[in-house]
C-alpha cells in the first residue's frame, strides 16, 4: 500500500498545515480511500485530483478536526459528479454532526468491517470524549493501523498488534499527558508501537503549540524507528 498524509494536525492546524487526512492507496492503484477529512484536507484533495475515483471515505470520528472538509467536499461533487455517490464509513453520533453528513452525495454507512475493493477496512472503539474507531486496514499483505483519537486502551493495543505501519495519536507532549486526557503522548505512542510489535511508526495529530522534534525524541525512547507524519509526505507499507 501507499500513504500519503493530507494532513497531520490537531485539534487545529499550523499556519500551512491542514489536520487529520491520509490517503492510502493499493500497490495496483486499483483501490483507494481516504481516512478523515479535517480543515485542509480537501485542498490537497483536488490536487491529488481523485475525488471521482476514490472509493471510499472512512471517518475514525466526528470532530471537526478529522471531518469539517466533507461539508465544502459536497459542492464540490456537486459541481463534479460522481457516477455513483461516494460510500462514507462513520460512526452515527454526535447525531447533529452526523447530520451533516447526510447529502445526495454520500453514501453513509456505520464504521462495521467491511471490504472495499482489494482492502480489508477493520474497526475497533477507542478511548476518546466521542465514538471514535481505530481503523485497520488490510491489503497487499500488509497491515496499516491509524489509531484514531485515543488515550491508552487494551483493545486498541491488542488491535495494533503486529502491524507493518502503525499511524498513532500523540497529542500530548509527556508533560501534559494524564490517564483522563482525549489522547496518547509521543511518549505513549512509542511505547504502544513497541508493545505491539509494530514495524513502523509515524506520529500524528500534532498540535501546533508543541515542537515536533520533542515529540519525536519522546516516542524514540521507547520505539526507535518512529518518524513524523509529514505533511504530503508518501510512505510505503
Ligand atoms: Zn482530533
Ligand atoms: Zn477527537
Same mark, same amino acid.
Given at each position: 500500500?501507499?500513504?500519503?498524509?493530507?494532513?497531520?494536525?490537531?485539534?487545529?492546524?499550523?499556519?500551512?498545515?491542514?489536520?487529520?487526512?491520509?490517503?492510502?492507496?493499493?500497490?495496483?492503484?486499483?483501490?483507494?480511500?481516504?481516512?478523515d477529512?479535517?480543515?485542509?484536507?480537501?485542498?490537497?484533495?483536488?490536487?491529488?485530483?481523485?475525488?471521482?475515483?476514490?472509493?471510499?471515505?472512512? +471517518?475514525?470520528h466526528?470532530?471537526?478536526?478529522?471531518?469539517?472538509?466533507?461539508?465544502?467536499?459536497?459542492?464540490?461533487?456537486?459541481?463534479?459528479?460522481?457516477?455513483?455517490p461516494?460510500?462514507?464509513?462513520?460512526?452515527?453520533?454526535?447525531?447533529?454532526?452526523?447530520?451533516?453528513?447526510?447529502c445526495?452525495?454520500?453514501? +453513509?454507512?456505520?464504521?462495521?468491517?467491511?471490504?472495499?475493493?482489494?482492502?480489508?477496512?477493520?474497526?475497533?472503539?477507542?478511548r476518546?470524549?466521542?465514538?471514535?474507531?481505530?481503523?485497520?486496514?488490510?491489503?497487499?499483505?500488509k497491515?496499516?493501523?491509524?489509531t484514531?483519537?485515543?488515550?491508552?486502551?487494551?483493545?486498541?493495543?491488542?488491535f495494533?498488534?503486529?502491524?507493518? +505501519?502503525?499511524?498513532?495519536?500523540?497529542?500530548?507532549?509527556?508533560?501534559?499527558?494524564?490517564?483522563?486526557?482525549?489522547?496518547?503522548?509521543?511518549?505513549?505512542?512509542?511505547?504502544?508501537?513497541?508493545?505491539?510489535?509494530?514495524?513502523?511508526?509515524?506520529?500524528?495529530?500534532?498540535?501546533?503549540?508543541?515542537?515536533?522534534?520533542?515529540?519525536?525524541?519522546?516516542?524514540?525512547?521507547?520505539?526507535?524507528?518512529?518518524?513524523?507524519?509529514?505533511?504530503?509526505?508518501?510512505?510505503?507499507?
Open positions: 500500500m501507499i500513504l500519503k498524509i493530507l494532513g497531520n494536525n490537531g485539534p487545529y492546524p499550523a499556519p500551512g498545515g491542514a489536520c487529520s487526512g491520509y490517503l492510502l492507496q493499493s500497490d495496483s492503484g486499483d483501490t483507494r480511500i481516504l481516512i477529512c479535517g480543515p485542509g484536507v480537501l485542498s490537497r484533495m483536488m490536487a491529488e485530483d481523485c475525488l471521482d475515483t476514490l472509493d471510499a471515505v472512512v +471517518l475514525s466526528l470532530h471537526y478536526d478529522h471531518m469539517s472538509d466533507m461539508l465544502p467536499m459536497q459542492y464540490a461533487l456537486q459541481l463534479n459528479p460522481r457516477k455513483k461516494l460510500p462514507v464509513y462513520a460512526p452515527e453520533e454526535p447525531e447533529h454532526v452526523a447530520g451533516l453528513l447526510r445526495p452525495y454520500y453514501d +453513509l454507512w456505520p464504521a462495521e468491517d467491511v471490504t472495499v475493493g482489494e482492502m480489508r477496512i477493520s474497526f475497533t472503539a477507542a476518546h470524549p466521542v465514538p471514535t474507531n481505530a481503523v485497520g486496514v488490510t491489503c497487499d499483505g497491515r496499516f493501523v491509524f484514531g483519537d485515543t488515550n491508552e486502551d487494551t483493545m486498541v493495543e491488542l495494533c498488534n503486529g502491524a507493518s +505501519l502503525l499511524l498513532a495519536d500523540s497529542g500530548f507532549a509527556r508533560a501534559d499527558h494524564s490517564f483522563t486526557k482525549p489522547h496518547m503522548s509521543a511518549e505513549l505512542c512509542g511505547k504502544l508501537a513497541a508493545k505491539a510489535g509494530a514495524k513502523r511508526l509515524l506520529l500524528t495529530h500534532l498540535n501546533p503549540k508543541y515542537d515536533p522534534k520533542a515529540l519525536l525524541a519522546e516516542a524514540q525512547e521507547h520505539f526507535p524507528a518512529s518518524e513524523l507524519a509529514e505533511l504530503g509526505g508518501i510512505y510505503y507499507i
